[in-house]
């Protein structure tokens, strides 16, 4: 699939298919797909594991926000004994699985340092720590979630208490009867997602973001009065527009109407944390894709795989079609002299 070529103190490795950045979900579901077409690749991954935000940055008793059947991966579904909402270990499990399912060919602890275009030969130039590669597509599967933002706030430095952020935190046990500020990012709210799927099958979402939003009403009451701001969108159209996801209340709301947890004014800007937006789709140019950007969650990076595996896989075999008619051709030349 790759051939070698010695370059000083590096090796070249030219990859007869795609580069793959990211062993996350949104690279093993490209890598899958990919191989559905008959299209080799190769996955680099900066840590020494599948999916290490999954399994090095969240929350010890985390689960999937929206049922299975959205959150699975293309061309594998999660097993039939998993519940409706899988924990962190299920869903890393399942991962595993996929990996070793489409027997994909990852390259751990190998960070990419640099990439560039050579519109000489139509080839990327991928340099990482470890080596160099060459392929004639570039797909970034670094996620939305790769790095941590942490806005910088006046007065932080004199604060003089403990700062982290999210991708830190594991279980509220180390702050037990102590006092903590929570600066949110996404939208509060409680999933509504039960009731979503079945009108969907007969309504458009902006008249099913309608529904939702009266029934959150009626099973909520009005929460403004608790501080808590409700958007003037609904949960779906929120998501697709602005990339905010409604989350699961799990007893939060409670507290706050008995004060045990108390909402501070609102503190970023309408735009929340400043992000740069990514490249309109999935495709870009000289054979440049990007999965998992789509703000749409899972669901959103699994239909960005499918696209670019197929994107790819007709270049590719067409490629290799006229590849082996050369090489044919070549051969009787050679035996007629």
Not at 87 to 109: G, I, P, T, W
Not at 195 to 219: G, N, T, Y
Not at 264 to 291: C, H, I, M
Request: charged content about 25%; some cysteine; overall charge positive.
């Amino acid at each position: 699939m790759a051939h070698l070529a010695d370059h000083g103190k590096r090796r070249c490795r030219w990859v007869n298919g795609p580069l793959v950045v990211g062993a996350g979900p949104s690279g093993l579901a490209v890598g899958a797909c990919l191989k559905e077409h008959g299209v080799p690749s190769v996955i680099l991954e900066r840590s020494n594991c599948i999916a290490s935000l999954w399994q090095s940055r969240v929350y010890d008793r985390l689960k999937l926000h929206l049922p299975k059947q959205f959150c699975q991966l293309p061309k594998l579904p999660f097993p039939e004994d998993f519940p409706e909402y899988p924990s962190k270990n299920q869903f890393v499990d399942y991962l595993e699985s996929y990996a070793a399912h489409f027997q994909l060919n990852k390259r751990f602890d190998e960070t990419v340092v640099s990439a560039k275009h050579d519109n000489t030969c139509g080839m990327w130039r991928v340099r990482t720590c470890v080596g160099r590669h060459g392929s004639r597509w570039l797909v970034v599967a670094t996620g939305e979630n790769a790095e941590c933002v942490v806005p910088e706030m006046e007065g932080s430095e004199e604060f003089g208490r403990q700062v982290m952020h999210t991708s830190d935190y594991r279980s509220g046990e180390a702050y037990r009867g102590r006092q903590v500020h929570v600066l949110p990012r996404e939208t509060f709210g409680r999933s509504t997602f039960e009731l979503a799927v079945s009108l969907m099958k007969w309504l458009p979402v902006k008249l099913v973001d309608k529904v939702l939003l009266i029934s959150s009403w009626m099973i909520l009451g009005n929460i403004e009065k608790y501080g808590l701001r409700r958007p003037s969108l609904g949960p779906l159209e929120l998501k697709n527009t602005q990339g905010k996801t409604p989350v699961l209340d799990i007893g939060a709301l409670q507290k706050i109407k008995t004060g045990e947890i108390k909402v501070g004014t609102e503190f970023f800007n309408k735009d929340g944390f400043p992000r740069q937006a990514f490249p309109d789709g999935w495709k870009g140019g000289s054979g440049l894709y990007a999965v998992g950007f789509t703000r749409r969650g899972l669901s959103g990076a699994s239909m960005d795989a499918v696209k670019i595996a197929e994107d790819i896989g007709r270049v590719w075999k067409e490629e290799t079609r006229q590849a082996k008619r050369i090489t044919a051709c070549h051969r009787r030349c050679t035996s007629q002299n």
